[in-house]
């Protein structure tokens, strides 16, 4: 590596020129050897003082040198001179530098200098260096871009907006809107109350079968202790065919839902039955900023349309839409679930008062595959996704009409609301396969067809106590289940063999509140 060039001087010897003087320029491994040569002398010496007079000579050189380079002008007066007296660079007799590098010289100044990156012997100058021709082409700027700087869309981030500081009761009770879940994807319609926090919600036995809900880690069965209401429309069970309190969703366009309520805990007196773990109320959109129609189309035969609008007409709004969903699933036995789902809306809404008139129509039917032996799978006589009974499943119903009516003044709001509801279920499930009936199998049926009539009417007061905001509500519920049917049968391939029960319920619930 070449280094900065120094300048070593010596009394006479070969290298005598005429003024008893020459110079020899050294490069930085040179005088790495001269300070070795002085180390040696020095220990051989009598005395170190000798040693200490060559080193402080060679540091005294080199300052000398470094002050000539700051002295551009002077340097190049010299190296004119030089020329005149030796014209063809011919070096002087003795092998001496040519004349015009006799003297103090300095390198060319077109060649750059920095500082010495490596350690130098103890004593000599680490200043700047010439740069080597390799270290030269490393020195490559960099190429300018070409293109034209890369614009990014802009990004719109959503968040909540409403503030229900004083106005829940608690920190367990909530608002979600439309914005916050239209994009969530949904596996299954179930997941709606999974904007509730804490909630989850599974699927078993197909997807027309209500789904298997838990709250805060809590087995909530089929929807037994978390109650929910649409538009004012109870959407739990009591005396079901499968389960107390059962909760099918599966009525529910997500679309078309414009916002969800929800709050946890046991002490909401309104609420009533079904209501220990917590509740969710859903309403649904009054208009449309616009008519769309969306196709969804996915693995295992999944298809999915939905398409709805809305338009006005008198003094309200008509919103309907309409969505139908096919899908087979990974299953060895294709589930052919085939769902449609349909609603319409009329609602005026002035300032102090408003109603609603709301038409819903679901039907489905589909073959599920259920829980299987595990020892089968492992010793491969059926697949992980196979099943004993292929007949499982079932075909489900619900249509609904509702009418909801409010007013509100200085102080005071008040609302009623009236339904009829009629739904249908037969459920094929097989949990023991032979175990009963080892020829015919043990296939289930659960069945219930039932027409529900109901209302709520509430009325509410806001005041002061002591200057903070209260409000007083007192309401009634009625509610009448007509359940025939209700019964629990041994089939075979779906054909009744056995009847275990089959009844007639007619319910009535009554609930007061303030």
């Known amino acids: 590596m070449l280094a900065k060039r120094l300048v070593v001087r010596r009394e006479g010897g070969p290298w005598q020129s005429d003024e008893n003087t020459c110079w020899k320029l050294c490069t930085q491994h040179d005088l790495r050897l001269v300070w070795a040569i002085v180390c040696g002398l020095g220990s051989l010496a009598s005395s170190p003082a000798h040693a200490h007079r060559l080193k402080s000579q060679l540091q005294e050189q080199s300052r000398q040198v470094e002050e000539t380079e700051t002295e551009p002008a002077a340097d190049s007066e010299q190296r004119s001179e030089g020329s005149a007296r030796n014209p063809h660079g011919a070096r002087p007799a003795g092998g001496g530098l040519p004349a015009s590098r006799a003297g103090n010289v300095a390198p060319p100044p077109s060649v750059k200098r920095d ?45 909540r907006e409403t503030d229900l500081l004083g106005v829940t009761g608690s920190a367990s009770q909530g608002v979600v809107g439309q914005n916050q879940f239209k994009y969530r994807p949904l596996l299954r319609i179930g997941e709606l109350v999974e904007v509730v926090p804490g909630m989850l919600a599974t699927q078993h036995s197909g997807s027309g ?6 709250l805060r880690g809590f087995n909530l069965d089929h929807g037994t202790d978390f109650a929910t209401w649409v538009d004012g429309v109870p959407m739990n069970m009591p005396t079901n ?21 929800y709050g946890k805990g046991p002490y909401y007196a309104e609420l009533g039955d079904f209501s220990a773990a917590g509740y969710s109320y859903m309403h649904t959109l009054h208009r449309l900023p616009e008519g769309f129609i969306k196709f969804t189309g996915g693995e295992f035969n999944f298809y999915r349309t939905v398409a709805a609008n809305s338009t006005r007409i008198g003094p309200g709004d008509l919103l309907y839409g309409a969505a139908f969903n096919f899908y087979d699933g990974p299953w060895v036995q294709p589930m052919d679930m085939n769902q449609y789902n349909g609603l319409i809306r009329y609602t005026i809404d ?22 299987i032996p595990e020892q089968l799978v492992k010793a491969n006589l059926i697949d992980l996704y196979g099943t004993l009974n292929p007949t499982d499943g079932g075909n489900s119903n619900r249509y609904s009409l509702a009418a909801n009516v409010w007013s509100s003044g200085d102080g005071y709001r008040n609302e009623a609301n009236l339904y009829t509801v009629y739904y249908d279920l037969d459920l094929y499930s097989d949990f023991t396969f032979f175990l009963n009936y080892p020829v015919q199998g043990d296939q289930i049926l659960q069945k219930e067809h039932r027409m529900i009539y109901g209302g709520n009417a509430s009325q509410t007061w806001f005041n002061k106590l002591f200057g903070t905001d209260m409000d007083n509500t007192v309401g009634i519920q009625v509610r009448n289940d007509q359940i025939g049917g209700l019964g629990l049968a041994n089939t075979q391939f779906r054909d009744v063999f056995s009847t275990t029960s089959n009844d007639n319920v007619n319910q009535i619930s009554v609930g007061i509140y303030l």
């Not at 079968?209 to 838990?214: G, H, I």
């Not at 009525?251 to 916002?259: A, K, N, V």
């Open 241 to 261: 065919a499968h389960g107390q309190g059962y909760m099918d969703l599966n009525s529910i366009i997500p679309e078309l839902i414009d916002r969800v309520e």
């Open 115 to 159: 500082a010495a990156p490596g350690p130098v012997p103890d004593g000599l100058p680490g200043g700047a260096r010439t740069k080597t021709p390799v270290e030269q082409a490393q020195e490559v700027e960099a190429p300018r871009p070409t293109e034209e700087p890369t614009s990014l869309e802009t990004v719109e981030i959503l968040g």
């Open 350 to 371: 002035e300032k102090d008062w408003g109603m609603s008139l709301i038409g819903v129509a679901y039907n489905n039917n589909w073959t599920a595959t259920n829980q």
């Open 209 to 214: 079968k209500a789904n298997q809900y838990f």
